[in-house]
């Protein structure tokens, strides 16, 4: 297995829950913080969740704060984003990726090793 691989995407209602999973081979989890971003049509990649190797950091953007959660197994090199009481705007692709450099957590550009991501759609 090589890039991470998102799934656990679908169409719900507005107000319903959805859990994604993202799963990489060791050597891309392995040490790092994983984060999870998400893009919408015509919209750039947005920061949504990143958590540290430990597991004991978490961070969300503003948009998704109270709602989703974001968590590890490492012992299945699995990244998890709990999304709960999802809204229409939270329609988008969703994407993980470890985060390699030492820059800022909510930018893209600290992220590489992107998967093919896992499409959300929140009808309301």
């Known amino acids: 297995q090589a890039q991470p691989i998102e799934s656990g995407g679908g169409l719900v209602q507005a107000g319903e829950s959805l859990r994604l999973s993202c799963t990489a081979s060791e050597r891309f989890f392995n040490n790092y913080a994983v984060g999870w971003f998400r893009q919408a049509p015509g919209q750039g990649r947005e920061f949504v969740a990143t958590?540290?190797?430990?597991?004991?950091?978490?961070y969300y953007g503003d948009s998704v704060k109270g709602r989703f959660t974001i968590s590890r197994d490492n012992a299945k090199n699995t990244v998890y984003l709990q999304m709960n009481s999802l809204k229409p705007e939270d329609t988008a692709v969703y994407y993980c990726?470890?985060?390699?450099?030492?820059?800022?957590?909510?930018?893209?550009?600290?992220?590489?090793?992107w998967g093919q991501g896992t499409q959300v759609t929140v009808s309301s």
């Open positions: 958590i540290t190797w430990s597991g004991g950091i978490t």
């Open positions: 990726a470890p985060k390699i450099y030492s820059g800022s957590y909510s930018s893209r550009y600290e992220y590489d090793y």
